[in-house]
Every structure is written in C-alpha cells, then in structure tokens.
C-alpha cells in the first residue's frame, strides 16, 4: 500500500510545485515569555501577570516615578490650638518619624516606599502592615505604635471586603488579618472602588504588543538575523526524513553562535529569507511603542534617559513637570493615608508631611529679584533669597532710590517728606518777610534769580 503524502507536502505542491520545509519561526509550536498564547491578548487582568510586566520600558517608567518618590524629605508637625502648626524635632512623637525611617530589619524607610510607589504603579495597590513585638497584627491605638511596618507582596494579597470596610480582610499565604492592621493605599478602579486600578491594565493592549515585538526581535537575531529559511528540494520528504531535517538544522544553524556556518544540502536548495523594508520599519515601530508606554505614566524619554531630540531646557521642563504631575500626588497621598491610619490615631495633634520635591524655576526667581531689588525688596532680602548674608554695615538694608543727584534710602524720602508749614501772615511793615523793611529790591542784582536750597538728607 502506497504511503499518503502529508498534507502539507501537498498543499506545498499546489503552491509552488515542490515540496516546502516551513520556516523555523517563533510560533511554530514554540512559545516564549511574553508572548500571548494563541495570538490572544494578553489584558493584564490579575496582580501576578501585571508585576510580571515590569519589565523594560515599564520598568524604566515605573523607577523615574518611584525612586524620585521615595527620596521626597518627610517632616513631622504638630497642630496648635490657633490652627497654626509647628515642627516637631524632639520629644517622645519622633517615635514616629524613626519607626518611618526604620521601619523593619530589612528594609530602610526609603525602599519601603520605593516598593509601595512600585505596587501602586504596577497593581494598584499597596499593603504595609503593622506588627507588634512578636509579630503579630497591630490595631492602632491612641498612645501607641507598632514595633515594625513590614511591606506585603500587594500582587499577592488577596482583599476581601466585609459587611463594613473595617470588618474587611486581607489574605496572604494562606493566613488571614484584619485590614485594620494594614496601611492599605489604593489608586481606585471605577469599576470596583475598593479594589485598586493598574497602569499595566489599562495599557494592555500597548504592553502586550511591545512584548510580542520583544519576542520577535529576540528570535530575530537569535537565528543569526534571518527571520527564516525557505529549503526547497526535488523529491518529497516523509514524515521521519522531515524530523530528521529539522533537527538537524536547529541543532546546526540556529542561534547567534551559527550564523553563518556552511550550508550543505543534498538533493535541494536554501533560500534565505532576508530582512526587508517592512521588517525594518517593523523594528523601528518599537520606537512608537516606548513613547506610548511612557505616556501611560506621564513620563517623558529624557527622564528615562533618552536623550534624543532632548536639550537641557526641555529636560529640566521634563523634571519639574514629573514632579508635579507624578511625585507631589503620589507622595501627598501616601502621607495623608499614614495619618488617617496611624498618626492620627496615635496623637490627633500630630501629621506627617513632606517637603515639596518641585524644583525651583531659577530663570523666574532671578527676573523677579532683578525687578524687585530696591522696588519692593532691599538688597539684603533678596542676597536672603538665594541664602547669601547681608551685606555688611547695615548696607542693604534699605530701598535705594537713584535719580539724577545722590542716591537716597526710601527711609529718609519718607522722614523728610513732613506737611508744609502753613505760611505765615504777611506783615505790611516786612511785605517780602525778610525781617528788612529798609531795604527795597535790588533790581540790578540778579545773581539769585531761579535759585532754590534743596535740603540734603
């Protein structure tokens, strides 16, 4: 009986005529990290893979945001009865500035909240929880702090709402605490308020071609920059010679380390297939995927260091507008859940809050001091202004006014400026009230004419 030949021998014949070896590619039953199963796309919905996609361009985002966030300056205040406040430097509430700054065994406060910036970026969430001395959860109470504050993986947390939010629980490793022993953050999702919303969920759709980009680029050049290779041969290959044939060239003359080895093929010929237009603009499209993955975080490329088309102005306006659309709002709200979870339960008097990280716009502040020097400000308040001392003998100390005689301070303007006396009533004996009712002008002396005294200061 006469063996059937394959369909894919056959369907190669219609085509061209002889028999086709298909093309060793990416998705010929191979499929690498990244890459979505079965051409789906890949959304993102669950913690796990959301962490997974940190990777990249996200995980250069995601560290332009965190890092710059987790070093922002925290102070403690206390509020005074006038609805003033003041700094709180010593005493027994610094307590909560070093258990901030040292918040467990393993991590100093700045990688904690470089972690808690991560997972609220990454997942949406955030979980740091609060122990007492042996480990246990810890309620927070008036009076009283936690020994430690440990950061939870948020990707594996699981939350679960109760009858009210306080009766809420949070489930990790098979062990579950009340949510009132958390410093629980979330951005929320308008779809589930009490749960939080990802960055890497919301840009599914760009992050999953990126990394289907990724996967092609890797196997690109993991085949010595050859996509494929077309073999064509005069006789039809059985299913075993067919094995053997790809075996043998993915042992031979696949990888970086192959490229370019000897050939040799008996009965037949290779066709490389090379790189074209498309496939280079295909590479050169991973250009338009990193800048739509940086917009998703509201991250220019110079903060990521890239510098192309970047000059010191536009990259200066690229740290000053990452602080004040990224890190003032993060920050603002990580401190003002650590009060209503801890701070103010401990004290009422007592809040954490942070020294802006928006940097100062030079330009302006030196067009406003060069305006304003000896107009509304002295010399000595603007030196002030940019931490320089005063000048020496009371120099700056007032407005100097300049005009066409000796400069004056507005000081001495302002006490020589007193009322006009009120003129006196003039005295028919002594009408030119010189007290020398004698003497009669002098017509022929006009030295004095147009003359005036002007007091100096």
């Known amino acids: 009986m006469q063996k059937r030949t394959p369909f894919r021998q056959r369907l190669a014949n219609v085509i061209s005529g002889k028999s086709l070896v298909p093309a060793l590619n990416?998705?010929?039953?191979?499929?690498?990290?990244?890459m979505s199963v079965g051409g789906r796309l890949n959304t993102y919905a669950d913690k796990p893979s959301q962490l997974a996609a940190l990777t990249g361009w996200v995980f250069a985002a995601n560290s332009a945001i965190a890092e710059p966030c987790a070093a922002v300056?925290?102070?403690?205040?206390?509020?005074?009865k006038d609805g003033d406040r003041e700094e709180v430097t010593s005493g027994p509430a610094m307590e909560i500035m070093e258990l901030l700054d040292g918040p467990n065994v393993v991590h100093t406060g700045e990688q904690m909240r470089q972690l808690h910036f991560t997972y609220m970026n990454i997942v949406g969430e955030s979980y740091i929880f609060m122990r007492d001395i042996n480990g246990e959860e810890f309620i927070p109470a008036k009076g009283r702090l936690p020994a430690a504050l440990d950061i939870f993986p948020a990707h594996l947390a699981q939350f679960r709402l109760g009858e009210t939010y306080t009766k809420s629980t949070v489930s990790i490793g098979g062990k579950t605490y009340p949510v009132t022993a958390f410093i629980r953050d979330l951005n929320p999702d308008p779809f589930n308020p009490y749960n939080g919303r990802s960055i890497i969920a919301a840009s599914a759709a760009t992050l999953d071609l990126e990394e289907q980009m990724k996967a092609w680029n890797q196997q690109l050049f993991a085949n010595g920059a050859?996509?494929?290779l077309i073999f064509q041969t005069d006789q039809p290959l059985d299913d075993?010679?067919?094995?053997?044939?790809?075996?043998?060239?993915?042992?031979?003359?696949?990888?970086?380390?192959?490229?370019?080895?000897p050939l040799l093929i008996e009965g037949g010929k290779a066709t490389p297939w090379m790189l074209n237009?498309?496939?280079?603009?295909?590479?050169?499209?991973?250009?338009?995927?990193r800048d739509e993955i940086l917009a998703m975080f509201k991250v220019s490329p110079g903060m990521i260091g890239s510098v192309e088309n970047v000059n010191r102005s536009n990259l200066e306006a690229g740290f000053y507008v990452n602080a004040?659309?990224?890190?003032?709002?993060?920050?603002?709200?990580?401190?003002?859940?650590?009060?209503?979870?801890?701070?103010?339960?401990?004290?009422?008097?007592?809040?954490?809050d942070f020294v802006s990280p928006v940097p100062e716009d030079i330009e302006a502040k030196l067009r406003a001091a060069s305006a304003g020097v000896n107009t509304w400000w002295t010399i000595d308040e603007v030196r002030d202004m940019y931490g320089e001392d005063p000048l020496p003998e009371g120099l700056g100390e007032h407005i100097i006014i300049t005009g066409k005689g000796a400069p004056v301070s507005l000081e001495d303007v302002l006490a020589n400026d007193s009322p006009a006396a009120k003129p006196k009533p003039q005295d028919p004996e002594d009408p030119d009230g010189d007290g020398d009712d004698d003497l009669t002008e002098?017509?022929?002396?006009?030295?004095?004419?147009g003359k005036q005294s002007i007091k100096k200061p």
């Open 26 to 34: 990416p998705v010929d039953g191979v499929t690498y990290p990244g």
């Open 73 to 80: 300056e925290l102070k403690l205040y206390r509020k005074k």
């Open 226 to 228: 050859r996509p494929s």
């Open 240 to 261: 075993d010679a067919y094995a053997r044939w790809k075996a043998q060239f993915a042992d031979d003359h696949t990888g970086t380390n192959s490229a370019y080895k």
């Open 277 to 289: 237009q498309q496939d280079l603009d295909f590479l050169e499209s991973r250009k338009f995927s």
């Open 324 to 352: 004040v659309v990224n890190v003032v709002p993060r920050v603002r709200q990580f401190v003002r859940q650590v009060n209503a979870t801890l701070v103010k339960v401990y004290d009422p008097t007592l809040e954490i």
């Open 442 to 449: 002098d017509p022929s002396n006009k030295s004095l004419e």
